[in-house]
C-alpha cells in the first residue's frame, strides 16, 4: 500500500493509531476525523462512516455485533464518541423483514430507534442502512470532489468501469435511504471482490477489514480519480470553455466587494435577516469567468449535500468587475430586477415541483451570488452557514470542472432535488434546530472593545447570537482579547480589526473588513474613550482637544460610517453611544471630559431626530465608575479622581458604590445588559432615550 499521494492528505500517524489498538471505536473516531481534516475528501457535514465490534448486550450479558455509525447531523472532522449512533447489527438488517418498498422509505427512519444499542447515542441518519447492509467493518461514505466529477459525469459509469478495471461498482443516482442500501448491497452481490461503489452524481462508498485498510482504500481511490482528472484538464478543450473575462487586481476586488456587500445583504434579507462571506479564492475566479459560466451555473449543482447548502443554483449578477459602485441607490435600483427573476424562478421551481404534503416554500433569495471578476458571496442565516456554503460551492465548481473535463457535466433533475431539498425528513430536522438567539442574524462593530465595557458589550452579543467586530488601538491589548474571543467563542462569531478613532481612513478600512467578514453592520456601539481629570488651570489645549477629537469626533465618524452601511442595506439599525452620568452632573476638575460627555449625548439626540427615517435607532447608555478591566483607570484618571473626592485609589470602588442609592458596584455585564435591553428586540420603537446604569445618582437623574 503506498503513503504516498499528490491529490490528497495522508495523515495516519503510526504512534496515535497504536495507542488505540483494539478500540475500534477509537479507530473509527480517529480514521474519520482524518478523513474530515482534508475538504477535498468530504465537505463539511457530509459523508459518514461506520465500523463494527462486539460489545456486549445489556439485557442478555452475551457478546453481541454492534455497528457504529455517524449521527444525524454530524461532522467527521470533528466527531467524537457523542456523534455516533450505535445500533444492533442484527435487528438492523432484520428490517429488511418488514420494508415495504420504496414508497414507504420514510417509515424506515423511526424503524432504526428500535435497534438502537447506546440508549445515549446520537439519532442514527438516513444514511444508516448504507453501512448496515454492506458486510465491512469499516465502511466510509465521503463526497469527495474528484469522485463526484466522475460520478456527475454523462458517462460516469463507464469512465468508472475503466478506470478502475471493474474494481469500483456502480449504483445509479437514488436519494439515500432504505431502498438505496438494497442496492449497494446487490451491487456487492454482483460483483464480488470490488473495493467500492460509487454512487451516481452522489459519492463514493469504500471500506476495509481494519481502520487503516479503510482508510488507505479511501485514498488510493480518490486519489485515482483526482490523478485521472488533473490528466485530462484541458486535454479535450480549454478549462471551462477558457477565461473571457479578467479579474480586477486583489485589492480592487476587495474595495468593490465591500462597496456591494450590504446592498446585496438588503436585498438577501427581504424575508430574514442574513449573514455574508466574501472569497476571491481562485477556483470561484477561473469559474465565474469563463464562458461555460451562463451554461453551466443554472444548471445547479449534483450532489445533494451541495445544493442542500447552496440552493438549486447561483444568482449571477450582470454588473461589470470595474463598475462604478458609488451611487449605492442607483446600483441596488439595477439589481432589484435579478433579485426579483431569481425568486420567481425559484418559486416556479417550488410550485412545478412540490408534493401535496410538502412543506411550505422556503426563503426564495439566492444564498450564493457570483460577481465575475470580483468573486462570490453567500447570505445565510448565521456566518458558519454562509462560509460552509461557500465552501460547499466550490466544491460543486470542482466537480463541474472535472465533469467538464473527462465528459459532460449533469446535474441532478430538478423534481429529484426537490425531492431532497423538501424531504419531510430534512424539514422534520430543521425543525429539530435550536431556536434562533435574540441577536442572530445581527452584526455589531463595539469600539474599544478589547477590554472593560466594550469587551463585555462584545461577549454579551455574541452569547446573544450577534457576530461581533472587536477592536483597539492597542495591539497588544486587541491581540489578547482576540486569542480569548477565538478560544471560547470560535472565527464564526467575531472577526477583530486595529481601530483608532482618530483615524478617518483606519474607520473606512475597519468597516470594509467589517463588511467583508460578515455583509455588513447592524449594531454600532460608540464605547472607545479616555478619561483626563484636572482642576481647570492645570488643563491644557492638548487635553481639551484629545478627549473631544476621541469622546466626540470619534463617536461622529464611527456613526457616520455605520449609517452609511446601514442605509445601504435598507434595514434599519441601531447606534448605541455609551457616554456618562458625567453628562448630567456637574462634578470637580472635570470640565472638559464632562463637558465633552455632555456632547455625546446631545449628539445622540441630533443623530436619534435624523435618523428616525431610516429605521435607525439612537440611544444613549449613561455608566459610572466602572472600573473592572479598564484600561482608563489605569493611571492618571483614577488618581485625579481619587484627589479630587479625598480618597485613596484603592477606596474608589467602594466610594462609588456607597454614593449611590442602591449602594452597588458597577460592572462591565451591567452595562452589557443595558445594552442589549436596546437591542435584544423588545425596545425596537425606542430612540433618543438614555438609560442610566449608576447604581442610582440623584443628580444624574434625566427628569
Known amino acids: 500500500m503506498t503513503k504516498q499521494f499528490k491529490h490528497v492528505s495522508y495523515l495516519w500517524d503510526e504512534t496515535k493509531a497504536a495507542a488505540l489498538a483494539g478500540d475500534e471505536v477509537g479507530l473509527l473516531i480517529y480514521r474519520s476525523n482524518l478523513l474530515g481534516a482534508d475538504l477535498r475528501l468530504t465537505n463539511y457535514g457530509g ?52 420494508y415495504r418498498g420504496i414508497e414507504h422509505e420514510d417509515e424506515m427512519v423511526e424503524l432504526f430507534n428500535h435497534c438502537i444499542y447506546d440508549l445515549a447515542s446520537k439519532a442514527p441518519s438516513i444514511d444508516t442502512p448504507l453501512h448496515g447492509l454492506l458486510p465491512f467493518k469499516h465502511i466510509d461514505h ?74 488507505i482504500n479511501t485514498l488510493e481511490v480518490i486519489e485515482t480519480c483526482a490523478e485521472y482528472l488533473e490528466q485530462n484538464y484541458g486535454k479535450k478543450r480549454k478549462v471551462f470553455g477558457g477565461q473571457i473575462l479578467k479579474s480586477l487586481a486583489k485589492e480592487d476586488r476587495l474595495k468593490q466587494a465591500a462597496t456591494l456587500a450590504p446592498t446585496l445583504r438588503g436585498l438577501c434579507s427581504s424575508q430574514n435577516r442574513m449573514i455574508g462571506h466574501f472569497t476571491d479564492d481562485d477556483r470561484v475566479l477561473e469559474f465565474t469567468n469563463s464562458a461555460d459560466l451562463t451554461k453551466l451555473a443554472p444548471m445547479g449543482t449534483s450532489c445533494p449535500d451541495h445544493f442542500l447548502r447552496t440552493k438549486i443554483s447561483p444568482l449571477v449578477l450582470s454588473l461589470a468587475p470595474d463598475e462604478n459602485l458609488s451611487d449605492s441607490k442607483a446600483i441596488k435600483e439595477k439589481l432589484i430586477p435579478a433579485f426579483e427573476a431569481y425568486r420567481k424562478m425559484y418559486s416556479d421551481y417550488y410550485n412545478a415541483c412540490k408534493h401535496p404534503n410538502s412543506p411550505a416554500i422556503r426563503d426564495a433569495n439566492p444564498v450564493v451570488i457570483l460577481y465575475p471578476g470580483v468573486g462570490m458571496f453567500t447570505f445565510a442565516k448565521d456566518k458558519q452557514t454562509a462560509r460552509v456554503a461557500a465552501e460547499f460551492y466550490i466544491n460543486a465548481i470542482n466537480v463541474m470542472k472535472g465533469a467538464e473535463a473527462v465528459s459532460e457535466y449533469t446535474s441532478l433533475p430538478r423534481q429529484e432535488a426537490f425531492n431532497i431539498e423538501y424531504w419531510l425528513l430534512e424539514e422534520a430536522k430543521l425543525q429539530r434546530m435550536p431556536k434562533p438567539k435574540p441577536l442572530t442574524g445581527k452584526i455589531a462593530l463595539i469600539t474599544g472593545s478589547a477590554g472593560g465595557i466594550g469587551k463585555g458589550i462584545a461577549k454579551k452579543f455574541v452569547e446573544e447570537g450577534a457576530c461581533v467586530i472587536i477592536n483597539d488601538n492597542d495591539s497588544e491589548r486587541l491581540a489578547k482579547a482576540d486569542e480569548e474571543f477565538k478560544t471560547k467563542y470560535g472565527k464564526d462569531a467575531y472577526a477583530s480589526v486595529q481601530l483608532d478613532v482618530l483615524k478617518a481612513d483606519n474607520i473606512k478600512e475597519a468597516y470594509a473588513q467589517t463588511v467583508l467578514a460578515f455583509g455588513g453592520v447592524d449594531i454600532v456601539v460608540n464605547c472607545a474613550g479616555i478619561s483626563i481629570s484636572k482642576p481647570i488651570e492645570e488643563h491644557t489645549e492638548k487635553d481639551w482637544d484629545l478627549l473631544y477629537d476621541i469622546l466626540v469626533k470619534g463617536q461622529f465618524l464611527i456613526t457616520q460610517g455605520g449609517v452609511e452601511i446601514m442605509r445601504k442595506q435598507s434595514l434599519g439599525g441601531d447606534v448605541l453611544n455609551i457616554v456618562s452620568k458625567n453628562a448630567l452632573v456637574s462634578g470637580p476638575n472635570n470640565a472638559a471630559y464632562g463637558s465633552a460627555k455632555a456632547a455625546q449625548l446631545h449628539l445622540s439626540r441630533l443623530n436619534a431626530a435624523e435618523l428616525g427615517a431610516d429605521k435607525i435607532r439612537v440611544n444613549v447608555v449613561n455608566p459610572d465608575a ?21 480618597v485613596k485609589v484603592s477606596e474608589l470602588p467602594a466610594y462609588y458604590a456607597k454614593r449611590t442609592l442602591l449602594n452597588e458596584v458597577i460592572l462591565p455585564e451591567d452595562i452589557a445588559n443595558a445594552c442589549f435591553t436596546f437591542v435584544g428586540g423588545q425596545l425596537n420603537k425606542s430612540t433618543g432615550n438614555v438609560l442610566n446604569v449608576d447604581g442610582g445618582v440623584a443628580m444624574a437623574f434625566v427628569r
Open 142 to 215: 465521503l463526497h469527495p470532489d474528484a469522485a463526484i466529477a466522475i460520478a456527475a459525469a454523462k458517462d460516469g459509469k463507464k469512465i468508472t468501469q475503466e478506470l478502475f478495471k471493474g474494481t469500483i461498482g456502480w449504483v445509479e443516482w437514488q436519494r439515500p435511504g432504505f431502498d438505496l442500501g438494497l442496492k449497494l448491497k446487490k451491487c456487492l452481490e454482483e460483483n464480488p471482490g470490488i473495493r467500492g461503489i460509487m454512487l451516481g452524481s452522489h459519492g463514493l462508498f469504500t471500506w476495509g477489514d481494519t481502520a487503516y485498510e479503510s482508510y
Open 47 to 98: 459523508g459518514n462512516t461506520s465500523c463494527r465490534a462486539m460489545a456486549k448486550d445489556p439485557l442478555t450479558g452475551k457478546q453481541t455485533e454492534i455497528m457504529w455509525v455517524k449521527g444525524s447531523g454530524g461532522d467527521i472532522g470533528t466527531l467524537k464518541r457523542s456523534g455516533l449512533a450505535a445500533l444492533y447489527l442484527d435487528r438492523l438488517r432484520s428490517l429488511t423483514t418488514v
Open 626 to 646: 466602572v472600573i473592572s478591566d479598564s484600561k482608563i483607570w489605569e493611571g492618571a484618571w483614577a488618581e485625579g479622581r481619587a484627589k479630587a473626592y479625598g
